[in-house]
């Protein structure tokens, strides 16, 4: 299995501010997705972030506004940039570890 | 492009029913098809793993079933305990993980 932290938690923010979270995984990993958990609402993926490419994204979302660093096999963030009240949501990263999908305790976000 | 529904979308039954939630998708070309659960604020739990040459798994009280041919797979939950109370999604992978809406479960004591 995989053991995954992320950090912070949780976080309330000003609106035009950025955050950046951060992803850590126990094991080696090739592939790490962040999802968005909107209130209410299923998980939505954002990107995938393979280590030494850039990361993939989902229709609808853009690097501008959610750029992602993977320097390792074990690590990886996804910053929320220019946050408004929208992006108030769980941000929850994920792997893929054998046949098995993975996720982290998610960083909820409360943008004012 | 794959879509994933869930019904229903809530559930309330009293403890000890066993129950059933349906999972359903559009594209049969999946990789695997997972459940998990979520509860309040919090990330998601794997429960069951079907790969997509199975047609079924089992652990302890839940089991889940897998129709890659009509799109369908369900979680049987046998005799339900308020413990159990949360949100079930369902997960349908290939190179990324398609999720549903969410079965929002609550067992009434």
């Known amino acids: 299995s995989a053991v995954i932290s992320q950090k912070p938690s949780r976080d309330i923010c000003q609106r035009g501010t950025s955050l950046t979270i951060q992803c850590q995984v126990d094991?080696?990993?090739?592939?790490m997705f962040w999802y968005r958990q909107q209130p209410g609402q299923s998980l939505t993926l954002i990107a995938t972030?393979?280590?030494?490419?850039?990361?993939?994204?989902e229709s609808g979302f853009v690097i501008d506004k959610f750029p992602i660093s993977r320097p390792n096999l074990t690590f990886s963030t996804l910053t929320v940039s220019n946050m408004s009240p929208e992006d108030s949501s769980i941000y929850l990263c994920?792997?893929?570890?054998?046949?098995?999908?993975?996720f982290g305790p998610g960083t909820r976000l409360t943008v004012l | 492009k794959q879509e994933v529904t869930q019904i229903p979308a809530a559930l309330s039954v009293p403890e000890g029913e066993n129950l059933v939630l349906n999972c359903s998708f559009t594209?049969?070309?999946?990789?695997?098809l997972q459940w998990f659960r979520q509860d309040p604020g919090k990330g998601l739990t794997s429960l069951l793993l079907i790969q997509s040459s199975q047609r079924e798994q089992t652990s302890g009280r839940l089991n889940a079933s897998l129709d890659k041919s009509s799109g369908r797979s369900t979680l049987y939950i046998a005799a339900s305990q308020p413990g159990d109370s949360a949100t079930y999604l369902c997960g349908t992978s290939y190179d990324k993980v398609i999720f549903g809406p969410g079965t929002s479960l609550s067992v009434i004591p």
């Open positions: 594209d049969s070309a999946i990789y695997n």
């Open positions: 994920s792997v893929r570890y054998g046949d098995t999908q993975y």
């Open positions: 972030a393979n280590q030494g490419s850039e990361a993939t994204y």
């Open positions: 094991s080696q990993v090739t592939m």
